[in-house]
DNA sequence: GATTTTGTTTGCCATATGGTGAACCTTTGT
DNA sequence: ACAAAGGTTCACCATATGGCAAACAAAATC
């Protein structure tokens, strides 16, 4: 498997597939066993398992084992990361494209006192 | 290229990638043409511009060319998409966390009254 | 104790990804 | 006209991804 070098990659990589993103989306609601979790898709196990495993391993779920059964479950904080990042980017945006509007604005109105 | 079915599973994928998500980092701050974008990367031009153009296909930025020089910007809409994909997420489970948090606490009350 | 259920491991395969160097094309500067 | 700057395309390569079928384990059920 690829060596990602940060949770954030790891966490994007993870969410860039429909099933695993069905998967979270399915956990938000409570924690499920793996053969419900699979059944929606029309995959084998083994490759449902390594979607899975993407998902534990990028820290967006944790999986523990009773008895036969895995029960997974999504851990919250790797989402949110996720979402800080997102956000972030969209203050840094918002905050030039404001700047931006104010200058127009500042303009705008020199040019209403040159034509006085 | 890989045929991304969804634009999130394309925004999401694009921003797997540490290099990408730098340059949507610095673009956020004011366009910039390819050669200032790539310069702070140890990889050539090619690999870089591969880079751009996976930008580019999820909607990420948006490039012109002029002259002989490229300009690229960030397309704030496909951000904002996976942004909400990921609160939606973290709503749901905030949800079901709550009710767990109420049930719990009738059931405390329910045994205090029981104590009585 | 035999059988089902629920995962798990193992090989295997086709395609995508992310990188390289070399050649090439416009546009801009001298 | 020539050279440099800024991109772009091409052929190529190693590794990762996402799927499969088959064999295997361990727990729960009959």
Redesign the interface.
Known sequence: MEN???P???A??A????TR?AV??RL???PAPVKELAEPFDIGLPAFLKHLRVLEESGLITTEKTGRTRTCQ?K?GR??E??S???E??A??QA?TDRLADYVETQMSRDNENDG
Chains 1, 2 share one sequence.
């Open positions: 990602h070098r940060t954030l990659d790891a994007f990589h969410l860039s597939d429909p993103r979270i989306s938000t609601k409570s999504v919250i989402l949110a996720a979402e990042w997102l956000s980017q969209r840094l945006w030039r």
